[in-house]
């Protein structure tokens, strides 16, 4: 079994490789747009490697559990880097030009929303905050990982100008994960409490 450490670490790696892009002067025309872009990318990618776990393992029998938190947390990890380059190098921490984007422009919104609802579930991802607020109350928190992840994929979407086909592939894999996890919960509800 690989040690849960090798995934941070390895989740670390699209990190440096941005980092690397940016000290050698390769983002392109817009470095900074670039490098928000990727950032919130990998955090999307994450977030939506988290959300497969489960399916994946009803599917294939293939079970990487023990793998989701890290998941979780490099997908938060991702989405601060992302949020920190927008506030900091794209808008110089201007606070009244950030208040007037994000009452401007949908996908902002949208993305600082996603960025909320994934605040309080990194905060609770150790092993004491599970025992403190109790397994079924953290459980029911962290059910907002799906509304994390269908505002992500919106904000993805709604970013760009036009209509190019990576953002709805995202779109489209976030929504038939969310899909794998509402359908089971929804037949279930039909056939009502066990007898």
Not at 125 to 151: D, P, Q
Request: overall charge positive; glycine content about 8%.
């Amino acid at each position: 079994m690989v040690p849960r450490w090798t995934v941070y670490v390895a989740g670390l790696i699209p990190a440096a490789w941005a980092l690397g892009l940016g000290l050698n002067d390769a983002l392109g025309a817009e470095p900074i747009k670039e490098l928000e872009h990727l950032l919130g990318l990998w955090a999307l990618r994450f977030l939506l490697a988290a959300l497969a776990v489960t399916p994946l393992r009803q599917l294939t029998g293939v079970n990487l559990l023990r793998y989701r938190r890290a998941l979780g947390l490099l997908a938060f990890y991702y989405a601060a880097l992302h949020l920190a380059v927008y506030l900091l190098l794209d808008q110089g921490l201007d606070a009244g030009a950030i208040a007037a984007d994000v009452l401007k422009r949908p996908y902002i919104t949208v993305g600082f929303a996603s960025f909320l609802v994934l605040l309080p579930l990194a905060a609770t991802s150790t092993n004491g905050m599970i025992r403190r607020l109790g397994g079924r109350a953290w459980a029911r928190l962290h059910r907002f990982v799906y509304l994390a992840a269908a505002l992500a994929a919106l904000h993805f979407v709604l970013v760009v100008k036009s209509w190019p086909a990576e953002p709805l592939i995202y779109a489209a894999a976030c929504a038939a994960l969310l899909a794998s996890r509402a359908y089971p919960a929804a037949a279930a509800a039909r056939r009502g409490p066990r007898t």
